[in-house]
């Protein structure tokens, strides 16, 4: 019996996981978990490799590696709210979901043959398309799935298990290198046959739930608005697109940061990937523990004090002391801001719109910060290379620092607007 057909009143699902005080969290939850999990041993086994490949085999300098990397980083930009609206408007996001990761499985098996500048950045961009298509269907359905009480616990679980498959995808490639030295292409086979089990698993087991929640697939909703300036003026939307925009100008890419900790420590190469492993390791210990805090005290809350360990993060990074003690320090603070963000960005905008305009909305905020790490990626990589990855990383720690108090303005109306 497929999942689909269970009973109106198993819609949050049976399952015990993650739940304080016997709380549950949907088996469509868990299902939809699981095939990020294995889309991200898939995406991180290739992102653990992406700076080294870049840097060392192509031999990419800061701004040409910050053109990739702004890419890698936003160009999911120009479909995301397409992919939203899609699902809204026909009533089944799983579908939309479904075309998303099936581009980027294909994408992962055409890095093998390609060699060039210009053909990688066009992989890596239809990756990325794939990536922006399915992310607010996806997220849609995790929050059709999931009582409004406990969405901060609902996204805390999933990303959670989508964790779990980005600590193991670098660990692959580290595996991958340590057994084959300089053999990236077997990186790459090992990331599409992960891809493709998680495209299997979203097509047979994951059901096909409504925006407006339940068990099965809406029928298409031609009614359901088109995206639009106007979904900016719904109360406390607007402030958190540009709140996220802003933060995510200043926000550095990870392959930036973790190229700074392997100049500055000397990190051998093939330990490259471990650093991937660190930072995954602490949102995952950390991300549920955050989205039950967010259901308490508030999710802008929460948002802003992974900011704030953002900040640190850049110190431990770009300050002129070294070690392991810095390096791991990084790594849990650059886990711990993504615990604070990823999941609560999505949670606070679903809990601002009804079902029929909830995946354009969070498209929507995602798109503003997509665009402003692309945008991010150009300009980190411009002031390294014009004045080093030291001055470059503190000074986007104080301009982050600086900004935090206008994004507290922008943002602490959204929560009192919550329907």
């Not at 949907?26 to 991180?44: A, C, R």
């Not at 398309?129 to 805390?156: Q, V």
């Not at 503003?368 to 290379?385: D, E, H, I, K, N």
Request: charged share 15%; hydrophobic share 55%; aromatic share 8%.
């Amino acid at each position: 019996m497929y999942l689909t057909d269970r009973p109106p009143a198993d819609r949050f699902g049976p399952s015990k996981l993650a739940g304080a005080r016997g709380s549950r969290v949907s088996v469509t939850v868990l299902l939809i978990g699981s095939v990020s999990l294995l889309t991200d041993i898939s995406s991180e086994s290739v992102a653990a490799v992406l700076a080294l490949y870049l840097t060392t085999v192509l031999g990419l300098g800061p701004l040409g590696f910050g053109f990739v990397d702004g890419v890698y980083q936003g160009v999911s930009a120009l479909v995301r709210i397409l992919g939203g609206w899609a699902g809204d408007r026909t009533g089944r996001p799983k579908r939309v979901a479904l075309a998303g990761y099936g581009l980027s499985a294909a994408m992962k098996l055409a890095l093998i043959p390609v060699a060039g500048l210009a053909a990688i950045s066009a992989v890596i961009s239809l990756d990325r398309i794939g990536k922006g298509l399915r992310t607010a269907p996806r997220d849609a359905m995790i929050a059709a799935a999931s009582p409004p009480a406990e969405l901060g616990r609902a996204f805390g679980v999933h990303r959670m298990l989508d964790t779990v498959g980005a600590v193991i995808g670098p660990f692959v490639a580290f595996a991958i290198l340590l057994a084959l030295p300089g053999d990236f292409r077997a990186v790459f086979v090992v990331s599409f046959a992960a891809a493709i089990l998680g495209v299997a698993l979203l097509l047979l087991l994951v059901p096909d739930v409504r925006p407006a929640g339940g068990q099965r697939a809406a029928p298409a909703n031609p009614s359901a608005p088109r995206p639009s300036s106007r979904i900016l003026r719904a109360d406390g939307f607007g402030p958190v697109v540009v709140a996220t925009g802003v933060l995510g100008v200043l926000s550095i890419g990870d392959g930036f940061l973790y190229l700074a900790l392997q100049h500055r420590d000397g990190l051998a190469l093939k330990y490259f990937p471990l650093l991937y492993v660190g930072t995954n390791l602490a949102y995952m210990a950390l991300a549920l523990p955050l989205g039950r805090i967010a259901d308490r005290v508030g999710r802008v809350r929460v948002f802003l004090l992974g900011h704030l360990a953002l900040i640190a993060a850049y110190l431990c990074a770009g300050g002129p002391v070294g070690g392991t003690a810095m390096t791991l320090g990084c790594l849990l603070l650059l886990g711990g801001y993504y615990a604070a963000t990823d999941g609560q960005l999505a949670a606070l905008v679903s809990g601002l719109f009804d079902g029929d305009q909830r995946g354009t909305a969070i498209a929507t905020a995602q798109t503003s910060q997509a665009l402003a790490r692309f945008t991010s990626s150009l300009l980190f990589g411009a002031v390294w290379a014009a004045a080093g990855r030291t001055t470059a990383i503190l000074s986007f720690a104080l301009a982050l620092g600086a900004t935090l108090p206008l994004a507290w303005r922008l943002l602490r109306g959204a929560e009192t607007a919550v329907r």
